[in-house]
């Protein structure tokens, strides 16, 4: 009688996850270059794509409209980390913050500051919205928008809880927003989103 050979199930590997203090040590010491992009995400370091003029452009159109905004009522921090928790250290694209004097220049700003996070997403799309969001969510950040450059939209994302955010809106041209941690700033969404791009036509005349 013919047997067949039991395999053996494949071996498993333990993963080394680093702590925030880890993580930035890494970066003082020259480990990670200042000019890499990369994020901790719980423990495991990652890194983010590279920002093309579509990116570059989201995140300074939002930067801009918030900071014109702000008058010491908040303040946006533009791609700077946020300590989530010890294995947790994103850094969004834009951050509206509560309003501190010293502009965050002794300790990163942490879940009970923030007001509102942007990800500007367009490969990076799919993770920003299913995985990046979420983890958001479940450290009680009031809300998080996915600027969703494939789509020409805004993503929204509110009501927080254990398993991430509990509603998500998409909001287009012509529609108008106020953040939930800042009910009296009412954003239009076209002034959001990116402009259209010239024709070749419009370029060259």
Known sequence: MATTPVKAPPATRERRKFTVDEYFRMVEAGVLKPKERVELIEGEIL??????????????????????????????????????????????????????????????????????????????????????????????????????????CLERFTEPGPEGYGQHTVLRRGDKVRPVALPDLELVVDELLLPVAPTVEEEQG
Do not use: C
């Open 47 to 152: 890194i983010m794509p590279p920002m093309g003029p579509p990116n570059f452009g989201g995140v300074t159109r939002h930067a801009r409209v918030f900071i014109s905004r702000a008058a010491n009522r908040f303040s946006v921090l533009v791609q700077g980390p946020v300590h989530l928790d010890e294995h947790t250290a994103p850094e969004p694209d834009v951050i509206l913050a509560k309003f501190r004097d010293d502009d965050y220049s002794f300790a990163h700003a942490t879940p009970e500051d923030i007001l509102l996070i942007v990800e500007v997403a367009d490969s990076s799309l799919a993770y920003d919205r299913e995985v990046k969001a979420h983890i958001y969510g479940r450290f009680n950040i009031p809300e998080t928008w996915v600027l969703n450059l494939p789509g020409n």
